[in-house]
């Protein structure tokens, strides 16, 4: 094998090329292919099918790829991550199709499963994308999306139920389900479910957040943080608590963060509550919490019984060797059953494979605590080389960093967060958008680990 070697971030800014906009664009569609069923009336199922096997194809080339190229360092743990998760994915395939066999079943949820393990390669492509490509698919998907949710919220006012029924036999002729809280219709957008829109804009929003709070000041600050409103406004009316929720905890960390940095962001952010209170001290006070609706559902008195009927000790205990081993779905494991999409996936993959899932997943906070380890040394080092001159002025440069790097990070891990309830992130609609959120992310990384060994390099 080659040995790895650091390749400047400037490696990584390539001009924006034909394959390039190609496989943007099979990102972008495969997150809003409602659109053109709906609108242009293109086949639902083809359509579907066509998109899958687009983003699995790239998946595949991308790994491919991988396995033939080299890496920089500070990335070969994630690198493993992702070939040790295709591995586990070639054992969990033959072993289910082993099982199925020999007992006579069949697993219909099989070809779901290569969306958990063929997707990740494609960071490594996203990496030579431009930047400012890479943020253009997240606004495209976002406004997209928050069209789509108003849009059929609309039609819900004007037209009811019989408007709904029809839109969502047109998205997904072959199951139909609604959901509602009292006498409301839920929206559900143009992947035609409310959970799966829904995990969309809880990524975009805190996306939209955490650029709002790392601008200067300015108009684009303000249009991003009316972004953020406008996607929240968005989540609230899909219905989906445990992403409300997801998207609310996310975001009150942020901002925690944001202003733990120092006296003035504190002010921004009293200044910026208070013109929240001004607005909201303006409106009818009674319709806006109508908006609200979707929390109804955290009502104890009117949550589903069945979201914890597999979550019982016996349930558990039958399930203890494939949340060993795996093969959930063809055991047809209790646990499988949960809307706890940690608990479904731990059963249906093995421990092994969830852990490895868990790390890609939460990879930011990994590398952030790397990051902090290396700037500790880094400022060590200089202190020992009698620079106390220069610390003060590195020792700021690596909190903005830092802090820059946190907010990057923040809409992966409200992403992986989601897993909660569902597992609408590894639907075909989601898993993209991660993935280029995650290049984001592992771009900034590379970009401040290369800050760090110039500044060692200029002092040594």
Known sequence: MGQFFFIPVSKFQ?????????????????????????????????TYTISSLMVLGLGLFS??????????????????????????FVYLIFGTLLIAVGAGVSDSSLLSLFYFFLVFPTVFVFLRFDDKLLTRIVYIITFITVIGVYYFFNLGISGGFDAIEAAHSTLRPDYFTYSRIGLNLLPFGYTGSHHDTANILVMCGIFFLGKFFLCSFGIKKFLLLACYFLILSALLLTGSAAN???????STLSVFFYIQRSLTAML????FFSFIGIIIAGMDFNKSLNLFYVLQKLNPNTIPDEIFASLDFDSILNS????????????????????????????????????ALMFIGFSPIYYLIVFNITSRRCIKFLKLKSLKGLVGDFEQRLRDQKFRLLMIAMPIITGTLTLIH???????????????????????????????????????
């Open 268 to 271: 921004i952010s009293l200044v």
């Open 244 to 250: 409300t929720l997801v998207l609310l905890f996310t």
């Open 320 to 355: 203890f060797v494939t949340v060993l081993l795996g093969f959930g779905g063809v055991l047809e494991s209790p646990l499988i059953n949960s809307e706890v999409g940690f608990v479904n996936m731990l059963s249906r993959f093995g421990l092994f494979s969830f852990a």
């Open 63 to 88: 790994l491919l790829s991988l396995l033939s190229s080299r890496l920089d360092v500070p990335l070969v743990l994630f690198k493993n991550a992702v070939i040790l998760n295709v591995i586990l």
């Open 422 to 460: 569902y597992g609408s992130l590894f639907r075909i609609t989601s898993i993209g958008l991660f993935c280029v959120l995650l290049t984001i992310f592992l771009k900034g990384y590379l970009r401040a680990q290369q800050f760090i060994k110039s500044e060692s390099l200029l002092h040594s």
């Open 14 to 46: 390539m001009k924006t090329r034909f394959a390039h906009i190609l496989c943007s664009f099979i990102l972008i569609f495969a997150s809003i292919r409602g659109v053109f069923i709906y609108h242009l009336g293109f086949p639902s199922n083809i």
